[in-house]
């Protein structure tokens, strides 16, 4: 008699749940850190000749050495640095875990921060340790480097700005953990777009930095393309565990074709940067919600008077808009949700039926 998936399956993974992507159709969208932006007309042209001409009846290059020459320029990459291509920065996470799961390895990072940290460890049968942020989601420099004095974590994620929180944490506190780490500290700068603040000068400086960047947060989710950049000595052992054609043949074509213009992609984010100051501003003023400083293209907020986060994803999702219910998912983000930013229209959508919700809840 065959055995059942719980006698078989690793009894952590059972225990899991699915990362859940609710069902938008419909919608106003604004749940995912997406770019609410199309490319101009001109560049979806040229996009779709190249799409039609692109040899799919072939493996991509598994080097990717046409993409990767335009991401280093693009992204002004330091010389001795090599590049390494994921399909999206999620398997660039699971690949840095899966070269660092020796036993009782450990996989640290803040908390609350990018789900998948904690998942992937899970994943890779890595041990999992997430340091509380402040009240104020700040970085708790103190408790981090007692941390890892105590528990030497392998592998130390930090994302800049963080998510789901949004804010930016001290770049010296940053540098004093990587200083002190035992192993390798990956910061994860998705939304750098919207911040004005890397580490990638930090490359030369810092032996075991290694950092993580998607071009998700910039208008290109679809084709779900991310990079990590490090020293050769690094990057050639993790190389080890990607997997052959990662990254597609249209994903190489498309992403290289768009780097030529970069910048329609930097004034969309521009775009979004200002059109994040009038959400903010709106919502600080409605009375029952606290608004949180953001440096990315989301806003985290709190639910403060008579309804609670869940309540309020409902009553929005009865008024067509879909944003992300962070209620739940850490003690620190009680009654809180996460709004991505939109175009003027979606925000304004939004935040019209955020005071409808506030002021007149349906039944």
Same mark, same amino acid.
């Given at each position: 008699m065959p055995r059942s998936p719980d006698q078989i399956i690793r009894p952590e993974i059972l225990a899991l749940s699915a990362y859940h992507v609710p069902p938008a159709s419909g919608m106003v969208k604004l749940d995912a850190m997406e770019n609410p932006y199309s490319l101009p007309p001109e560049l979806r042209n040229e996009i779709a000749r190249l799409a039609a001409d692109a040899p799919i009846n072939r493996y991509p290059d598994a080097r990717a050495t046409t993409l990767k020459g335009a991401l280093r320029e693009a992204l002004a990459i330091p010389d001795g640095m090599d590049i390494m291509l994921g399909n999206g920065?999620?398997?660039?996470?699971?690949?840095? %875990?899966? +070269?660092?799961?020796r036993p009782g390895a450990i996989l640290m990072s803040v908390e609350p921060a990018f789900?998948?940290?904690?998942m992937i460890a899970t994943f890779t049968g890595m041990d999992y340790a997430g340091v509380p942020l402040r009240a104020d989601f700040s970085l708790d420099?103190?408790?981090?480097?007692?941390a890892i004095a105590k528990q030497q974590p392998a592998v130390i994620f930090i994302a800049y700005p963080n998510n789901p929180t949004g804010n930016l944490f001290d770049a010296g506190a940053v540098s004093r953990i990587i200083e002190a780490a035992p192993g390798v500290v990956v910061v994860d700068e998705a939304y750098h777009a919207f %911040?004005? +603040?890397?580490?990638?000068d930090k490359l030369v400086?810092?032996?075991n930095l290694l950092l993580m960047r998607t071009l998700s947060k910039l208008g290109l989710a679809g084709l779900r393309l991310g990079l990590l950049v490090g020293r050769p000595e690094w990057l050639s052992q993790l190389e080890k565990l990607r997997l052959p054609y990662n990254v597609g043949v249209v994903t190489q074509l498309i992403a290289e074709r768009v780097l030529r213009y970069p910048g329609i992609l930097l004034q969309q984010a521009e775009a979004?940067?200002?059109?994040?100051?009038?959400?903010?501003?709106?919502l600080m003023a409605l009375d029952g919600i606290e608004v949180f400083?953001?440096?990315?293209?989301?806003?985290?907020?709190?639910?403060t008077q008579r309804y609670k986060a869940g309540e309020m994803f409902q009553e929005l999702k009865k008024r067509g808009i879909l944003i992300k219910s962070l209620d739940g998912s850490h003690p620190?983000?009680?009654n809180c949700l996460r709004v991505t930013v939109g175009t003027p229209a979606e925000n304004a959508q939004f935040l019209e039926a955020l005071q409808s919700s506030l002021k007149n809840p349906s039944d």
């Open positions: 920065s999620d398997e660039i996470i699971q690949i840095i %875990a899966l +070269a660092f799961a789900v998948m940290f904690r420099v103190d408790a981090m480097l007692a %911040a004005d +603040a890397s580490f990638m400086q810092y032996p979004i940067k200002a059109e994040r100051t009038v959400i903010s501003k709106r400083p953001t440096n990315a293209n989301f806003i985290l907020f709190r639910v620190s983000l009680k």
